[in-house]
């Protein structure tokens, strides 16, 4: 039997050249600017208690770009997990292809990854399912059928840390 999820910390990519309309490619890198946060935010990392955590990254250029960043910084490996993958458009990213999901497959790929890590946990991934994994992982569940990833900003993270909660994946 895995061990229950007792942590997760979930962090946005920095700013990407899509964020700032200097592209149209689902799989941007980030920019300077995103660079510069990005190692803003892995300096804060470093200040953290975060020996045990398992990392995950999205596939996707800008967050493996934000998670090598972090890596550098506070000596951790992230393994790459699709799970936490763009909501969004048809995407291929190295040669596979990430169709266009409706709202209920997003949050049925998002419940199936919290019900499948355990321990502590660090993601790299993207503001719809930061904030979706944010929503699960705090005890709600509310409908997608709206934009659900305002105020995540580039850069950020946030700590969850509520074993109740994360029961109910488990």
């Given amino acids: 039997m895995k061990p229950p999820l007792t942590d997760l910390i979930l962090i946005r990519h920095g700013e990407s050249l899509a964020n700032i309309d200097r592209s149209t490619d689902p799989n941007s890198a980030l920019s300077p600017c995103g660079v510069e946060q990005t190692r803003e935010l892995a300096d804060r990392l470093a200040a953290l208690p975060l020996e045990g955590f398992e990392c995950r990254v999205s596939p996707y250029l800008r967050a493996m770009q934000t998670a090598q960043l972090i890596a550098e910084r506070i000596g951790v490996s992230f393994v790459t997990d699709e799970g936490i993958r763009e909501f969004g458009p048809r995407a291929e990213i190295d040669g596979q292809i990430f169709e266009a999901e409706s709202t209920a497959d997003f949050a049925a790929r998002m419940k199936a990854f919290l019900g499948r890590v ?20 705090n005890g709600f569940d509310h409908p997608l059928d709206a934009p659900f990833h305002g105020g995540i900003g580039n850069a950020q993270f946030r700590w969850i840390s509520d074993p109740t909660a994360f029961s109910r994946f488990n």
């Fill in 118 to 137: 355990s321990g502590r946990v660090i993601v790299v991934s993207h503001g719809s399912p930061i904030a979706y994994l944010a929503q699960l992982a």
